[in-house]
């Protein structure tokens, strides 16, 4: 089965900081995903990951993937309040049953 | 922008009731999926549907559940008899053919919000 883990679960973080949420899973994944998610919303795609060494930024997030060791990054540069959301990676073995983490939730104080 | 639908956006039922939750995915996508999510907890995949077939389901969808596009646009989950554990967002998904978008992006709608009483 694949499992997912995400950490922190929790982060706060000052506005113009950095910093990095994990994503590790289990099993051989064809596709990693990211999503964001403000509270009562819908899962906004942010990216989507295929292969070894893909990386992908759009403004202040980077996401990355290292499929060999089962790990995906997502990097905030520099954070702003707007940040604040839950992030959710989530993996895929086949088909698109997507396996989610239990979701980083980020506040981002001034 | 093109966008999922879901209709009723908070249904509140009585345990043992019949829900049917409705999704019209964005046009042009012929890939559907139903997650669900309980609060506070993470999303989790209920069942996928291609060419008028389930393709996938979860261990969560059981014999209670169904699904069914019963015309050109809509998407439904049913829930024939709720139990208290099935209150939770009810999320549906599309997605394009996959030589149309190799990426595999799933667009989700805003969600149902289903409380059994």
């Known amino acids: 089965e694949l499992k997912v883990e995400q950490n922190p679960l929790f982060l706060s973080m000052q506005e113009g900081k950095n910093y990095t949420i994990y994503c590790n899973y289990s099993?051989?994944?064809?596709?990693l995903y990211w999503y964001r998610q403000d509270p009562g919303k819908s899962l906004e795609s942010l990216f989507v990951?295929?292969?070894?060494?893909a990386v992908k930024q759009e403004g202040r997030l980077m996401a990355s993937l290292d499929t060999k060791a089962r790990l995906s990054t997502l990097h905030i540069t520099a954070a702003v309040h707007d940040l604040s959301a839950t992030y959710f990676c989530?993996?895929?073995?086949?088909?698109?049953?997507?396996?989610f983490g239990k979701g980083t939730s980020l506040l981002v104080t001034p | 922008e093109p966008e999922v639908t879901q209709t009723p956006s908070h249904q509140v039922t009585q345990m043992g009731q019949e829900v049917i939750l409705r999704c019209v995915p964005i046009?042009?996508?012929?890939?559907f999926y139903w997650y669900r999510q309980i609060l506070g907890q993470k999303v989790e995949f209920l069942v996928s549907?291609?060419?008028?077939?389930?393709?996938?389901k979860s261990e969560i969808f059981d014999d209670q559940f169904s699904v069914e596009r019963p015309d050109g646009s809509n998407f439904t989950l049913k829930i024939r008899s709720t139990k208290l554990e099935d209150s939770a967002m009810y999320f549906c998904?599309?997605?394009?053919?996959?030589?149309?978008?190799?990426?595999?992006?799933?667009?989700f709608g805003e969600g149902s919000r289903l409380t059994v009483l």
């Open positions: 998904a599309s997605r394009k053919p996959g030589l149309a978008d190799p990426q595999g992006e799933l667009f």
């Open positions: 099993t051989t994944s064809d596709r």
């Open positions: 990951l295929l292969s070894n060494g």
């Open positions: 989530a993996a895929a073995n086949s088909g698109y049953a997507l396996n």
């Open positions: 046009s042009n996508h012929l890939y």
């Open positions: 549907f291609y060419n008028n077939e389930i393709s996938e």
